[in-house]
């Protein structure tokens, strides 16, 4: 029978694969994916809230940073990663020309500026030179690169990696503190500790 490399302790974490990490009220460290979970330098945590969005988990972390929490032992997990792909438009051989033109041109003034630094007479019309000519090879190039996809991929787009759920996870000898300022901060944000 073939061991499971899931269930096996990872052996460069503190306590690993022994029992000197206790139970107790804070439970045992694991992530929201059932891995062992580990917060800052390779100590180990448990997960003490979870959120739908970022800017919530931030949120948190902040409260308990406003709270005097020592935070350098929280860590924000993001799990069950996607990949978001936006497209931004269609993809045509002059649009590919015009974005190549603009990056070339930002080249061409890099180039025009270091000869710039290096000339004695009037330095401008170098840096014209170098702007004009990365445009117009930047141009050319974006317009090939296009045409040598043969209309594989018409369009722009912007990818991004998104997460369905952000963990706040603390070490173990801290989770206790944490989810009582947690707990107190969810209550502040229902209105259940207002008259």
């Known amino acids: 029978m073939q061991p499971n490399p899931a269930h096996d302790p990872v052996p460069h974490l503190p306590g690993a694969g022994s029992a000197d990490i206790p139970t107790g009220p804070a ?13 800052g330098a390779g100590r180990p945590g448990v997960t003490v809230a979870t959120y739908p969005d970022y800017e919530s988990a931030q949120r948190a972390v902040d409260y308990l940073s406003d709270n005097h929490f020592p935070v350098e032992h929280t860590t924000i997990v993001g799990t ?8 931004l ?32 007479s009037t330095w401008w019309p170098l840096l014209v030179a170098g702007l004009i000519i990365g445009a117009i ?25 998104v997460a369905g759920q952000y963990a706040v996870l603390v070490s173990t000898d801290h989770a206790d503190p944490a989810r009582q300022l947690l707990t107190r901060l969810n209550w502040q944000a229902s209105g259940a500790g207002t008259s």
């Open 89 to 120: 438009g269609r993809m045509t051989t002059g649009r590919a020309a015009l974005a190549g033109a603009a990056s070339g041109a930002w080249f061409g003034l890099l180039i025009g500026l270091l000869l710039a630094i290096f000339t004695v």
């Open 137 to 161: 090879w930047g141009a050319i190039f974006g317009a090939i690169a296009h045409a040598m996809t043969g209309g594989r991929r018409d369009f722009s787009s912007r990818s991004t990696l």
């Open 27 to 39: 439970g045992v460290p694991t992530t929201p994916g059932g891995a062992d979970a580990v917060t």
């Open 80 to 87: 069950d990663l996607r990949l978001v792909e936006k497209v």
